[in-house]
């Protein structure tokens, strides 16, 4: 094949968007661990009225052969992410491709241009658009479907990217706890320690009748707990509403759970069941039939993701974060989950990960960010 038999195209318009959303549908045929999409929620994500894009840029492109799509591609410019870090990186993301060294080059170099041509000096990715959505290639892990809003690739994509001259920046990582390996009895005795030792320590479930009002309580922790994490970006307000509104009818009151150190909320944890079970039989639709099949595979869920989890920077190494994940995996345990994913954690981030190994967790997927200069 010739570079002249490939062409790569801006998308322009509603159909070369639709395009665009539906090419992974021809990667994945017949991959039984992967999850399609809902159309209306890919539509979204790259409407201009997102939130996220009242501060950044996003250019799509398509890579065509003989009239055929075989990749696809988006680059993206953060400001605030920008502005936060200090740093000119822009990101690429949503790749898909055949396998196919010259397509992913043609893709990768396409956005790489732009990125150049806008003033930034490093390419990262892929984030999908952001750390704040998901983000990272997976890399270990492609033995089993991924979890509630975490990403999912082909195993070929690795050597695609790191064939254009992309090398590892962070590697993210998910951990599997199970009902049979999770130390129940050692970390009920460490809880009741902790407990003694800070009696002003105390955790509550999230009350759904009162949810904006439990809202502001995450604003106020949110952006605080992360800042010194790497790649943070905060988040607007119209971005957490999104989130939170997208969220909602997915939560279950145990397993969003706040901590208070007396009067003072100091952190929270966000654990949502796995309705990535469900979405696996709806091919990207939710109509009558995908609700009649949203509510029979709904029963069939027996994982939880911890998706977010933050302390106050006051507050931390205090055991708060080891007692929300215990109190997180002992409620969903009597709700009938037997699994619990705690993603993604950072590979630098050794606290964290050697208290989610004490509880018995097993890391069980990577997940990476990669990174040239332009």
């Not at 119209?238 to 150190?261: H, I, Q, R």
């Amino acid at each position: 094949m010739t570079r002249q038999e490939l062409q790569v195209e801006e998308v322009k318009n509603q159909q070369d968007l639709m395009t665009f959303i539906r090419f992974p549908w021809e990667i994945y045929k017949g991959d039984q661990y992967w999850v399609p999409p809902l159309v209306k929620d890919q539509l979204l994500k790259f409407s201009p009225s997102h939130p996220f894009r009242s501060h950044s840029e996003m250019i799509l492109f398509l890579a065509y052969r003989e009239k055929k799509v075989v990749g696809r591609i988006a680059g993206i410019i953060d400001h605030h992410y920008i502005e936060f870090h200090q740093e000119k990186v822009g990101f690429f993301g949503f790749f898909e491709s055949v396998p196919d060294a010259e397509i992913a080059g043609i893709l990768l170099s396409k956005v790489a241009d732009w990125l150049k041509g806008h003033g930034m000096a490093k390419m990262a990715g892929p984030m999908n658009p952001s750390t704040n959505d998901e983000c990272g290639l997976l890399v270990e892990g492609f033995d089993s479907s991924p979890c509630l809003m975490m990403p999912y690739n082909p195993p070929t994509y690795p050597s695609l990217l790191e064939g254009f001259g992309l090398r590892k920046k962070m590697d993210l990582y998910a951990y599997l706890l199970e009902t049979p390996t999770f130390h129940l009895a050692r970390l009920d005795r460490i809880t009741e320690r902790l407990k003694k030792k800070e009696p002003q320590l105390h955790v509550r479930p999230i009350d759904l009748r009162h949810f904006g009002e439990e809202l502001k309580i995450v604003k106020e922790i949110y952006n605080e707990a992360w800042s010194k994490n790497w790649g943070f970006v905060p988040m607007t307000d119209e971005e957490l509403d999104l989130t939170a509104k997208d969220l909602k009818p997915l939560v279950v009151a145990d397993l969003v759970l706040f901590a208070y150190w007396g009067d003072e909320p100091v952190g929270f944890s966000v654990a949502i069941p796995d309705y990535y079970v469900v979405l696996k039989h709806l091919n990207g639709k939710l109509g009558l039939l995908g609700a009649i099949k949203f509510l029979y595979y709904s029963k069939k869920i027996h994982k939880i993701r911890v998706m977010l989890l933050g302390v106050k920077h006051d507050f931390q190494k205090k055991g708060i974060e080891g007692l929300l994940y215990i109190e997180t995996f002992k409620r969903g345990n009597k709700k009938g989950y037997q699994q619990a994913e705690c993603s993604w954690i950072l590979e630098e981030n050794a606290l964290m990960r050697h208290g989610i190994e004490a509880m018995g967790g097993k890391s069980y997927k990577t997940y990476r960010i990669y990174e040239t200069l332009l």
